[in-house]
């Protein structure tokens, strides 16, 4: 099997490249399956795969990642990879959007997207989580890895607040102007992850444990439009600093017993970052803004 990036020849059945460490083959970040060529959706549970993700500026990482943040990521590349973190996985999508663009002209399309995504990946930056993968009409982020943070969690959650807040203001200028409804959902969880390894190009590859990157999908897919469904993992970790909502023992695909299911509805006053002021301010900001 010959590696995209390098050319290199790897055995039959490799996952990552035995020469630069590259991902041979794409598979579904919500199940794992191996994503055939062309494929929009993923033909195992119907995760969005990429509509329309051919923006070179939605890329790679390096594309649209701010620069104080690609130097933070460059910086630890030396000593993160093959090193176990514990992390928030986020993933984030606009609710039915094959529905939404079907009859519009691609470069509408295109444009509205871009809006989505724009204020998508600006509310992971200003908490200084990191967009892995942008899937068309979503994306993937990690908090607490590349860059380390020891309140990932509460991280994450108060990125998908600002979410919620920057893509209704977006939606309801295009309800005055076009007549849509845009709504987006997100799935939060928290778990182990190993680095592999950080590209030039700031792409982290990494091997989820435990499930960790799996049930945040789960999360974003049983979301209703508008809202966040984070796991007890989270939770637990960002308890003091978010109020949420209990949804109960959901059942989960792939897993025997029921998974306790939260609904993030907001931030408590407290922080846990009060010892710094700059960064204190910015959450304050998300939460009122």
Not at 147 to 170: F, K, N
Not at 220 to 241: D, K, M, N, S, V
């Amino acid at each position: 099997m010959q590696c995209s990036q390098c050319r290199h020849e790897n055995v039959a059945g490799a996952k990552f490249c035995g020469e630069c460490g590259a991902r041979l083959e794409a598979a579904c970040a919500a199940c794992g399956t191996v994503k055939p060529a062309g494929n929009k959706f993923c033909h195992e549970c119907g995760t969005a795969l990429g509509i329309g993700s051919d923006d070179a500026r939605f890329a790679s990482p390096d594309a649209y990642t701010p620069s104080h943040l690609a130097r933070k990521i460059l910086t630890a590349r030396a000593s993160l990879p093959g090193e176990r973190k514990k992390v928030t996985v986020l993933f984030a999508d606009l609710k039915g959007s094959l529905e939404l663009l079907a009859d519009r002209d691609p470069e509408d399309a295109r444009a509205l997207l871009d809006g989505v995504l724009e204020r998508l990946m600006e509310a992971v930056h200003r908490f200084e989580g990191t967009v892995n993968q942008v899937m068309g009409d979503g994306i993937m982020a990690l908090f607490g890895a590349p860059v380390a943070h020891e309140d990932h969690a509460t991280r994450a959650c108060y990125a998908a607040l600002r979410m919620h807040r920057s893509v209704t203001q977006y939606a309801e200028e295009l309800r005055r102007q076009q007549g849509l409804d845009v709504q987006i959902r997100v799935g939060i969880n928290s778990g182990d992850v190993v680095v592999r390894s950080i590209g030039t190009d700031l792409n982290v590859e990494y091997s989820a444990a435990g499930q960790t990157t799996h049930m945040a999908a789960r999360m974003e897919q049983l979301a209703r439009p508008g809202t966040t469904l984070i796991t007890e993992a989270t939770r637990r970790l960002a308890e003091r600093y978010i109020e949420v909502a209990p949804h109960g023992p959901v059942p989960i695909k792939g897993l025997k017993q029921p998974v306790e299911v939260f609904e993030l509805r907001g931030a408590t006053p407290a922080s846990r970052l009060q010892s710094a002021p700059s960064a204190l301010a910015r959450l304050r900001a998300a939460r009122g803004s």
